[in-house]
């Protein structure tokens, strides 16, 4: 599997000929958007800066769309969708998490949360999470404390934080860093892993340098 960085919430996952794209921009979002063909697209909120589904759309390439709560299976991966409430522009807005299951593996985006309180549906879920993607740094998502709480609560394997770069702050990266103990931690450009390699770990934070 391999994990990409692209900015504002905006994250590509590879795992064999597959490719899963959350929360690509649209032409509307200030955000530059990477344009590349997707399999699928997960659809947070219904916002510009995280509806741009044309994004993700190449050739004859055109992704199966997710946006909003509920299940779904599609190909090898299996998807989860559950609603919570953001804020955003000054008005509530549903947020779905996303948990999916691939290559043995559960990824939990939790997309523009606003709230460190879950639903109880949601909490029953987020058991033996590997891979927890939590936004940090800006209107409507959680505050760097709030995100490292949530992000031990829920004791995944590896915390990768999303938001912070061009709709958030850059300055909540290094505050939620500190929260988690992280400080020397060194970004990378991508994150390339297998099932074997989330062994040991606990908790550990990747930050990802957005490639756009």
Same mark, same amino acid.
């Given at each position: 599997? &391999?994990?990409?960085? +692209?900015? =504002?919430? *905006?994250?590509?996952?590879? *795992?064999?000929? &597959?490719? $899963?794209?959350?929360?690509?921009?649209?032409?509307?979002?200030?955000?530059?958007?990477?344009?590349?063909?997707?399999?699928?697209?997960?659809?947070? @909120?219904?916002?510009?800066? *995280?509806?741009?589904?044309?994004?993700?759309?190449?050739?004859?390439?055109?992704?199966? %769309?997710?946006?909003?709560?509920?299940?779904? !299976?599609?190909?090898?991966?299996?998807?989860?969708?559950?609603?919570?409430?953001?804020?955003?522009? =000054?008005?509530?807005?549903?947020? #779905? %998490?996303?948990?999916?299951?691939?290559? =043995?593996?559960?990824?939990?985006? +939790?997309?523009?949360?606003?709230?460190?309180?879950?639903?109880? !549906? $949601?909490?029953?879920? /987020?058991?033996?999470?590997?891979?927890? *993607? %939590?936004? &940090?740094?800006?209107?409507?998502? +959680?505050?760097?404390?709030?995100?490292?709480? /949530?992000?031990?609560?829920?004791?995944?394997?590896?915390?990768?934080? &999303?938001?912070?770069?061009?709709?958030?702050?850059?300055?909540?990266?290094?505050?939620? /860093?500190?929260?988690?103990?992280?400080?020397? #931690?060194?970004?990378?450009?991508?994150?390339? @892993?297998?099932?074997?390699? +989330?062994?040991?770990? !606990?908790?550990?934070?990747?930050?990802?340098?957005?490639?756009?």
């Amino acid at each position: 599997m &391999i994990i990409t960085y +692209l900015g =504002g919430e *905006f994250v590509k996952v590879q *795992f064999g000929d &597959i490719t $899963l794209a959350f929360n690509p921009p649209s032409k509307d979002s200030k955000l530059k958007a990477s344009r590349f063909g997707a399999d699928v697209a997960l659809v947070s @909120l219904n916002h510009p800066d *995280f509806n741009g589904v044309e994004s993700v759309t190449h050739g004859e390439r055109k992704p199966f %769309v997710i946006s909003g709560p509920g299940e779904y !299976e599609i190909k090898d991966v299996a998807v989860q969708g559950f609603p919570t409430e953001s804020v955003l522009d =000054g008005e509530k807005r549903i947020n #779905t %998490v996303y948990m999916v299951t691939l290559e =043995g593996m559960k990824l939990c985006f +939790l997309g523009a949360l606003a709230s460190a309180e879950l639903p109880a !549906e $949601l909490k029953e879920e /987020l058991d033996e999470v590997d891979i927890l *993607f %939590v936004p &940090i740094g800006g209107e409507g998502v +959680l505050a760097p404390s709030a995100a490292n709480k /949530l992000a031990v609560a829920l004791e995944p394997h590896l915390v990768i934080p &999303i938001h912070f770069e061009g709709v958030g702050d850059k300055s909540a990266l290094k505050q939620f /860093l500190k929260e988690a103990g992280e400080e020397k #931690t060194t970004p990378q450009d991508k994150l390339t @892993l297998k099932k074997k390699d +989330l062994e040991g770990k !606990e908790g550990e934070v990747v930050v990802l340098s957005p490639q756009n």
